[in-house]
């Protein structure tokens, strides 16, 4: 997927971004886990799959703690 | 919520999410922000429960207990064409769900019993890959079958409490319910898992 860069992305735009993008591949891993009944896709699930998307979720509510703390 | 349901789910939050850091500059505007917050926090917290839910359900299915592959000689031995067998009888006479009939015996009915047994699975995993695999016959319980997981079933049927068997002295009973006297291990249904003996056993099969 192409990400057009804009010259006037802000600082917090990239984090959400960024945000954005774990919380896909996050995603993706578990739909991926899914499809497969075994031990390791559980432990895929656990151990990958979710600290992407709690990674995501995290700096995602830290671009927004940012935007609080600057007004 | 079903598989099929749930991996739509996390699909389209998973297009939604690579939307949102494609057109990243759509945040600026108000519905672009309220669109960011769903679908960076709301939709992906719900999904984690769903896929979560999910994985745990199928922890406890036969299917993913006997894919590793010491299980296999386990889930042959609810094969055995015997009745003294106790896990082949309660498997092939439906006393147990088949899809499910590793776990509904092996797991402990207590208030952590299923993180018990997750715990427990996490260990069988780690030895799996990073140390060597005994053989199944050298696999044992980590501690003897308890009847508490036997009376979670039998505690109140009529074939349990007025079998002839189980009335032979009068403390009999009483002493099988507070684990006095071990279902297993006091020599009344003492055949389990045989692995050791599985190639001269006959074998059932079921009619489709």
């Known amino acids: 997927m192409s990400t057009p860069e804009s010259p006037q992305l802000r600082p917090l735009e990239k984090r959400v971004r960024f945000a954005a993008v774990l919380v896909g591949a996050g995603l993706l891993l578990q739909v991926a886990t899914l499809l497969k009944i075994h031990p390791l896709a559980f432990m895929a699930f656990l151990m990958v799959g979710c600290p992407l998307i709690a990674a995501g979720i995290g700096l995602y509510l830290y671009s927004l703690a940012g935007i609080r703390h600057r007004i | 919520m079903s598989q099929s349901l749930i991996i739509v789910f996390l699909v389209l939050t998973a297009v939604l999410a690579l939307f949102v850091a494609w057109r990243v500059q759509f945040t ?87 993180v018990n047994s997750k715990m427990r699975g996490l260990r069988h995993l780690w030895v799996q890959y990073t140390q060597t695999v005994p053989k199944p016959e050298a696999i044992k319980l980590y501690t003897p079958f308890n009847n508490r997981e036997c009376l979670h079933c039998h505690l109140g049927a009529r074939n349990f409490e007025e079998v002839s068997s189980h009335q032979k002295k009068p403390e009999q009973l009483a002493n099988m319910k507070s684990g006095k006297q071990s279902c297993l291990s006091s020599g009344c249904h003492e055949f389990i898992h045989d692995v050791g003996s599985l190639q001269d056993a006959p074998m059932w099969k079921a009619k489709k």
């Open chain 2, 28 to 114: 600026r505007s108000r519905e672009g922000k309220m669109l960011a917050f769903v679908v960076l926090l709301i939709l992906p917290a719900v999904g984690v429960w769903g896929g979560f839910s999910e994985h745990m359900e199928r922890a406890t299915s036969t299917q993913f207990c006997l894919s590793c592959h010491v299980m296999t000689d386990f889930g042959k031995s609810l094969q055995i064409d015997d009745k003294s067998y106790i896990p082949a009888a309660h498997f092939q006479n439906n006393r147990i769900p088949r899809d499910h009939a590793c776990y509904t015996c092996h797991t402990d009915y207590t208030m952590f019993g299923t």
